[in-house]
């Protein structure tokens, strides 16, 4: 069974700064897509970055970006810059290649702090 | 358009009543979705439509129904509900159910209290 375990239930940055939201997971699938969603207020998910296991390189969107360790099963998301928008539940999430099941983190609340 | 959009944003029920949660998208996606998020949990999936078809449903209990009436439509029918049902329910579009290869446009979702 396929698990993704988010150890920080709320982090706080102060606005511009930099900061790192950790995961890990398990599986012993070797197809397989990695995923950061945020959840503002509005409740609605959005997808922030998202990262295929066969691809070497850690993927990359303006101020997010992941550090992508396969053989640790670890997939982290950096924010730079933080602003203010950016407060949400980050969640990260796993999906094998072939089915519709997002599998979730329990999140992380992240505070953006003026 | 790149929206997904759900109703109503708020539903309260009593334990007797019949409703129904609707999902639209305009995106030509083929593939619809629901979770439902508990507070303070992540989401889970319910079901999985491909092509108007059911693909995936999740062991949900019969009490919901789900029903993909056209590419564009998805409802949840809700029948003899529990306290325990009160969530968040999402509804999510992708352009076909192909697992990781999609990227999933989520609605803001249906607020949903049962008495």
């Known amino acids: 069974a396929q698990t993704v375990t988010q150890s920080q239930p709320e982090m706080s940055v102060q606005e511009a700064e930099t900061v790192t939201l950790s995961c890990t997971y398990d599986?012993?699938?070797?197809?397989?897509?990695l995923f950061w969603y945020k959840q503002p207020p509005s409740r609605q998910m959005i997808l922030v970055i998202r990262?295929?296991?066969?691809?070497?390189q850690n993927a990359t969107e303006n101020r997010f970006s992941v550090n992508f360790q396969k053989a640790a099963k670890s997939f982290s998301l950096k924010i730079s810059d933080s602003q203010l928008g950016d407060t949400a539940m980050y969640f990260c999430?796993?999906?094998?290649?072939?089915?519709?099941?997002?599998?979730f983190g329990k999140g992380t609340k992240l505070s953006v702090k003026p | 358009d790149t929206e997904v959009t759900q109703t109503p944003k708020h539903l309260v029920m009593g334990m007797t009543n019949k409703k129904s949660l609707k999902c639209e998208q305009h995106?030509?996606?083929?593939?619809m979705y629901w979770y439902k998020q508990k507070a303070k949990k992540p989401p889970e999936l319910m079901f999985v439509?491909?092509?108007?078809?059911?693909?995936i449903n999740e062991s949900v209990p019969s009490r919901f129904s789900p029903e993909c009436p056209n590419s564009s439509l998805l409802n949840l029918h809700l029948h003899a509900l529990q306290p325990e049902d009160s969530a968040l329910y999402l509804c999510?579009?992708?352009?076909?159910?192909?697992?990781?290869?999609?990227?999933?446009?989520f609605g803001s979702g249906t607020q949903l209290s049962v008495l």
């Open positions: 999510a579009s992708s352009q076909e159910a192909r697992g990781g290869l999609e990227k999933l446009f």
């Open positions: 599986t012993s699938e070797s197809n397989y897509y």
């Open positions: 990262q295929e296991a066969y691809k070497q």
């Open positions: 999430a796993f999906m094998t290649g072939s089915q519709g099941n997002l599998i």
């Open positions: 995106m030509g996606h083929r593939a």
């Open positions: 439509y491909s092509y108007e078809k059911l693909s």
